[in-house]
């Protein structure tokens, strides 16, 4: 049996400190995909996705190229002309590669809607974040403005202050000059 990275059911899932984005992703880690992750699943889904490759390609071709030239020459003789048991390869390869195809588009399918939710979930959070973050800009410009207004009221009451303490020094001193 193949030991896999991917998390299963008897897996714990990760602490909820993850950093960065992927903490949104921690709490779908302890989920099972749709089949599973035994060895069956997982390699269902290496073989299906096998199926799209050049090599794949490339080699089905050589090998029906082969088989067809074989049997024509008459090297072979296993499988004339119309090639009924090369119909019956490709039917039986259709057979059971039309459902591992689906199979590993599903599995693609859930891991593509648990990372749109958790994309959604972090685009939420930045959005929230950002609105925190223009409440309190917002919060601190109106304290700025009332600090501002209180020192301009401040240095009204000093120069009133100033200008008092100099009508009263030169008050004084008059009294000071007359008395002399």
């Known amino acids: 049996m193949l030991r896999t990275m991917e998390p299963t059911p008897t897996t714990p899932a990760p602490p909820a400190k993850a950093s960065g984005h992927f903490r949104f992703h921690a709490p779908h880690l302890h989920l099972a995909p749709v089949f599973g992750n035994d060895w069956f699943a997982l390699k269902a889904e290496a073989f299906a996705r096998?199926?799209?490759t050049p090599v794949f390609l490339v080699a089905q071709t050589l090998i029906v190229?082969?088989?067809i030239v074989?049997?024509?020459m008459g090297v072979f003789n296993?499988?004339?002309y119309p090639f009924i048991l090369l119909n019956l390869a490709f039917s039986l390869q259709a057979a059971y590669a039309a459902p591992l195809i689906l199979l590993a588009q599903t599995r693609q399918a859930d891991r593509d809607k648990v990372h749109a939710e958790a994309d959604a979930q972090h685009r939420e959070a930045l959005a929230q974040a950002s609105e925190q973050r223009q409440a309190l800009a917002v919060s601190q410009t109106e304290t700025l403005l009332g600090l501002m207004r209180q020192n301009t009221e401040?240095?009204?009451v000093t120069?009133?202050?100033s200008e008092r303490i100099e009508s009263l020094t030169e008050?004084?001193?008059r009294h000071i000059i007359a008395k002399d």
């Open 50 to 52: 096998f199926f799209g």
């Open 65 to 67: 190229g082969v088989w």
């Open 70 to 72: 074989l049997n024509t």
């Open 78 to 80: 296993f499988d004339i």
């Open 154 to 156: 401040l240095t009204e």
């Open 159 to 161: 120069r009133a202050l």
């Open 171 to 173: 008050e004084v001193h």
